[in-house]
């Protein structure tokens, strides 16, 4: 098994990046992806990833979607943003909610990460209740104590990466 943490902090550490993510909530369930971050350690968030030089939020987001889940996707609302960091790794990261156009649901590939090297395991509908089940460390920050769906189309502002919201 190759050394993940080091693919990690090879490919996306040690710099600032800027991310955005897609919040797909259908039938009161989110949408999430699970990833491999170590040998014993993952890490679920709802669908995102970096941004390329040259292209807008909205073309970003409906790639990175394509590239991880396999739907296509129109964007609605601007929800947030979050500052990320635990070293190696920092980002700040747009959040949107989205709606599905099109395709179908499938566990899918990140295109900078060679094929024996992937990180994304799963990707899944999560109850509430299944997400609050996740361990605090193996999830994002934004859902350590989520109580209702509704919160998240009502959170406004900044959230820092001790999940401290600044108005």
Known sequence: MHNIE???????????R?????????????????HRMAQNRVFWNVPGGGMHYQTNVEENLQREFLE??????????????SEFLQPP?????????????????????DPELQPEKQIIE???FMSLEE??????????QLF???????????????FNFENKCIK
Do not use: C, P
């Open 18 to 34: 800027t991310r955005v993510n897609g919040v797909l909530i259908e039938k009161d369930k989110i949408l999430m992806v699970k």
């Open 122 to 124: 799963e990707v899944k």
């Open 89 to 109: 790794l920092h980002a700040i990261e747009l959040f949107f909610e989205v709606e599905k156009r099109a395709g179908k649901l499938v566990k899918g590939t």
């Open 144 to 158: 350590w104590d989520i109580k209702s769906i509704n919160e998240i189309r009502i959170w406004k502002g900044y």
């Open 68 to 81: 991880e889940t396999g739907l296509e996707i129109g964007i609605n609302q601007f929800l947030y943003v």
């Open 6 to 16: 080091k693919e990690i902090q090879e490919k996306f550490g040690g710099r600032l």
């Open 131 to 140: 997400i609050n089940q996740i361990n605090k460390e193996e999830k994002h």
